[in-house]
């Protein structure tokens, strides 16, 4: 591809509302170098997907045969907190999930990114294929190796423009670009990921510090059995409760190891072109989610990311930030989703409800317990015969 060509589509690229686009060339081993010691490690958890294309993962080319490079889209999704909700134990949503889902929008994005390929680049509809977290493609090693960011302590690639408040996304492609460099590369020794994992953080450890879960196996490197995100997100069953107190208030996902970076001071709002913010979700408020039915579910989290954990996920995840609160206003709730059709759902508000100190509240739904894991739930908290 000539210079000019390129430095035209990247232009359009960012012109469409992406913030970083940025080149690498295949194939590059040193990107996927720290993934099966990941997998190996068991850091996936149950998101067994993450195995199954590992030989994918590690090498584009086998997902498009003939691929010689990568485009790599960055999405500024920072906005300005918005005033503190009046309720003071206000349930905390991860940033990403006040927008509406991000896959359905920038797939839209993407798919003006290959018509655009088509136009200026001359591609035919097989030489790429567009991925916004979809794709067995480990977008965070190849934004760093286009030098987009760098891999922080926090694992997130982070922009020196934007902090880590980027979504990424990514075209494999037949056509041939030249690649922009890496920011730096400089061996970090006993790491097993390799290059450039917090090549800008110098000391600071705030990130692992601050994990309410100690989710860091080491700098770089997320175990996802110990991660809120994970726990609240990908998990579809139990949560194990030594972790449930360190979920606080967070009842999507979590930002901890986000929101105290450093880098973020450089953020500016994005212009959002390909995002549609959905700030009604800010209002929702505990007392609300400690309600929701199949109706009010599907009608508040229409179009949203979170509508993947499904009303169950949500009903577990509010149950523990009630547990969390301290507050005893939200046992007549509690109560009622102990006796709630979904054992998931009943199990979780057992445990609020005893974390509230209201057990004997249980007493006629103990007796009529059958489910083994809800019984699990009754056994821990008072360990006389379920
Ligand atoms: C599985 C997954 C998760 C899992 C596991 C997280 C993890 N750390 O791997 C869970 C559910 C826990 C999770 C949580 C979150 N996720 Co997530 N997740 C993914 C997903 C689908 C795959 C990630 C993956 O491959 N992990 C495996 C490990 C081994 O890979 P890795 O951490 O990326 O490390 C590799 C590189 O860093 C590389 N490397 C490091 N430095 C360098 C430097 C050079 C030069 C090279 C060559 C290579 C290299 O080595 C490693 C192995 O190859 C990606 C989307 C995608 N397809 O990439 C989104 C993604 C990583 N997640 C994202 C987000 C936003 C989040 C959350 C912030 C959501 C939230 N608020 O709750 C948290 C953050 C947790 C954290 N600190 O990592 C964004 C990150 C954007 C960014 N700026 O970094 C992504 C890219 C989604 C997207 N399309 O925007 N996530």
Redesign the pocket.
Known sequence: MTTSLQERLRGQLQALGFDEVRFARLP?P??????DA?LDAG??AD?AW?AKNRDK?QDPTRVLDGARSLILLGVNYWSAPSSPSAESNAPRW???SLYAD?HDTLREGLSEAGRLLEEICGAAPQDYRA???T?P?????WA??SGMG??GK?????SRQHG??????SVITRLEFAADP?IR?REVPGNP?????GLLCGTCTRCLDACPTQAFARP???D?RR?V??QT??NKGIIPRALRAGIGQRVY???V??EVCPWNRFAREGRRLLLSARDDLREVSLADLLVLNPESFARVFRRTPIKRVKLGGILRNACIVAGNTGDPVHLPALVALAGHPLPLVRAHAVWAVHRLGGGAMLDGLRAAETDALVRAEYAAEDPLPA
């Open positions: 590059d040193a990107v996927g170098a720290g993934l990941w850091y996936q998101m993450m993962r991860a940033r990403y991000y991925y916004v977290d794709g493609v480990l977008e965070r090693g760093a190796r760098f891999t926090n694992a997130m690639l982070i880590n408040w980027l979504f990424l996304a890496p590369r990921l390799g290059a450039q994992v770089g490197v997320v996802s991660c995100s994970y997100i990908e996902g979590c930002d190891c986000l």
